[in-house]
């Protein structure tokens, strides 16, 4: 993976394409969670198309612990964390799943390199902290120390200190999530980096 960098009308990155691909993919599992499809995912601009798509009642997926991570309460008292639900969550639902999904378009169709127009910044670092929550969440990642501890032991997964003959099937996927998420850290915020600090070029 290559950081991002500022350049002229927006940022730019890039990467293996398997490591674009795998992020695509990630990207589609979200969506996936959040009860939509990236293959039939409105992204029209026609307004009507839009607003009849916001008034759709929404089908529940199949629970998933990460939804109260990617849709937490507005409220502790639970009356009126329902009453905003009911207000809010189809509108913020499909904001979610269109940020996602343009960044997996984006990444899909990529040959390796990443451009980020300006006006599209904002949904992607949405999509890719919605990307860090599901896979915090998978990780048992609720406070600082426990993101320390994954940050160590991804830096030794990746200097090759464990080996695979070792690992259970559980602990294998364990520290392929671990490698992602530390992944997916460095490049979210080498994208507030370039956001906060670049200079454009060329």
Known sequence: MFSFKRVRGGVRSGGELFELELIASLMRDVVSILGDDVAVVDMSDDPLAALEKELAPIAEPSF???????????????????????????GIRSTKVSNLTLVYRTLANSAGEVFVPEADIPA????????????????????AERAEDVAVKAGKIADGEY???????DEEVENQLMLVYSMMSWW??????????????G
Do not use: C, H, K, Y
């Open 188 to 201: 979210q915020d080498s994208l507030l980096d370039a956001v906060r600090f670049g200079r454009p070029r």
């Open 163 to 169: 080996s695979d003959a070792t690992l259970t099937e």
């Open 64 to 90: 998933d612990p990460v939804l109260d991570r990617l849709l937490p309460d507005m409220s502790e008292d639970p009356e009126e964390a329902r009453e905003l639900r009911e207000l809010t969550e189809s």
């Open 124 to 143: 992607w670092l949405s999509a890719l902290n919605d990307l860090r929550l599901v896979l915090g969440t998978r990780l048992d990642i609720d406070d």
